[in-house]
């Protein structure tokens, strides 16, 4: 709120992120005004079993040796400590948006919806279609899009908005501004540098992106130590494990467990 963006706190947004989320165990009492339930969007552990669980473990005992403390919710009321990873998957089958809000809307055999949606696939939006309400340059606003079909520029299909109704635009963090980009909204000399004619010259438009930095590090663990090699992975005994029971090695997703820590003691 302090930057000009009113609604937009921690305590603003919170609400939201609850209603989304669908915890698939127990919440404990002290980290229920943090989750939320019933939502859309399951949120689960991997289901721990014997050999692919061995380095989680051992990684847990490391850190607790170390003093760090084991936490049961780091998205709950404290972050800090050694956790097992939630993820965004059920049975053993990651969730995805399609999945959690789309997908219920279709029979499942019919592929038919009695509710107003139409699903196009193999298509990509490539411009937002921008009119003036009045006579003001200042005052625009969104009146449809602009698509293709399979990366063929010559199938195009504009499709208006309904009178008072919105285009919601969630592309991700590069889609959006380059799709507003496309629409000729963003810095002018940019636009025009591209041959793209300009709408509303809003030089914010695809600037300020920040990078998510990661360092890897790879550790040799002595042989005894179970990993998921190729041959591991692709075993009769390991794919039948995931499609029957959604568990096993396939369950897996990049990192089991992670450590949140601060690096100097006393720092906030």
Same mark, same amino acid.
């Given at each position: 709120n302090e930057y000009g963006c009113k609604g937009w706190s921690y305590e603003d947004v919170l609400p939201f992120f609850n209603k989304i989320e669908d915890p698939t165990w127990t919440v404990q009492d002290e980290n229920k005004p943090f989750r939320g339930k019933g939502g859309p969007q399951k949120v689960s552990f991997k289901k721990q079993k014997g050999d692919n669980d061995?380095?989680?473990e051992l990684f847990i005992e490391a850190? *607790?040796?170390k003093g760090f403390k084991y936490n049961e919710d780091y998205n709950g009321k404290d972050q800090d400590g050694v956790a097992r990873?939630?993820?965004?998957t059920y049975k053993g089958r990651r969730m995805t948006s399609f999945r959690s809000y789309i997908a219920p809307l279709f029979n499942r055999f019919? *592929?038919?919806s009695q509710y107003n949606i139409d699903v196009l696939p193999n298509s990509q939006v490539t411009r937002i279609g921008v009119v003036k309400s009045n006579d003001s340059?200042?005052?625009l606003r969104a009146d449809g899009i602009e698509l293709v079909y399979n990366r063929d520029v010559n199938q195009k299909r504009i499709i208006k908005s309904a009178k008072n109704g919105e285009i919601i635009l969630s592309a991700g963090a590069i889609g959006s501004p380059h799709i507003l980009?496309?629409?000729g909204i963003g810095p002018k000399d940019e636009l025009k540098d591209k041959n793209v004619e300009c709408v509303a010259d809003i030089p914010g438009v695809g600037k300020n992106l920040q990078d998510h930095q990661l360092t890897s590090m790879r550790l040799r663990v002595p042989k005894n130590v179970p990993l998921l090699t190729r041959k591991e992975?692709?075993?009769i005994k390991t794919i039948m494990e995931y499609l029957f029971k959604g568990s096993g090695w396939l369950t897996t997703i990049t990192c089991d467990v992670q450590l949140f820590c601060k690096s100097e003691s006393g720092k906030s």
């Open positions: 061995k380095v989680g850190c *607790k040796n990873t939630q993820f965004n019919t *592929k038919k340059d200042s005052n980009m496309l629409s992975g692709q075993s």
